[in-house]
């Protein structure tokens, strides 16, 4: 059974970090395209950085170039390296895959993925 588990969530400060895993159990991170979205009260979700596991080619939202990072194990963990979290990150953040594999772009970091976690929330403030 596929199933997306995120952790890694909860209260920071602005400017403070925290890291987002996402365990992919079910099937196996080869020639897919995986990726971190979020939605806040009152907005569409977005998609905040993806990744291709077929070139490694990576995406990033403007909004968080230069302070987000993602990456992924050799196993089936993905990861979000959130850095100088503003209050504007605040959000539900969600894990998903999806089942094609393209050198990533924005237009590859949409909200059509195939396969999603449940999301867990993401708080910045003082």
């Known amino acids: 059974q596929l199933q997306l588990v995120e952790s890694g969530g909860g209260l920071v400060q602005p400017g403070g970090s925290l890291r987002l895993s996402c365990v992919i159990s079910g099937f196996t991170l080869r020639y897919v395209n995986i990726g971190w979205f979020r939605q806040a009260p009152g907005k569409e979700r977005e998609g905040v950085s993806c990744?291709?596991?077929?070139?490694?080619?990576t995406y990033y939202a403007d909004s968080v170039k230069g302070r987000f990072t993602i990456s992924r194990d050799n196993a089936n963990t993905v990861y979000l390296q959130m850095n100088s979290l503003k209050p504007e990150d605040t959000a539900v953040y969600y894990c998903?895959?999806?089942?094609?594999?393209?050198?990533?772009?924005?237009?590859?970091?949409?909200?059509?993925?195939?396969?999603w976690g449940q999301g867990i929330q993401v708080t910045v403030s003082s």
């Open positions: 998903a895959a999806h089942s094609v594999v393209t050198t990533m772009s924005e237009k590859y970091c949409k909200n059509d993925y195939k396969y």
């Open positions: 990744m291709s596991t077929g070139d490694r080619s």
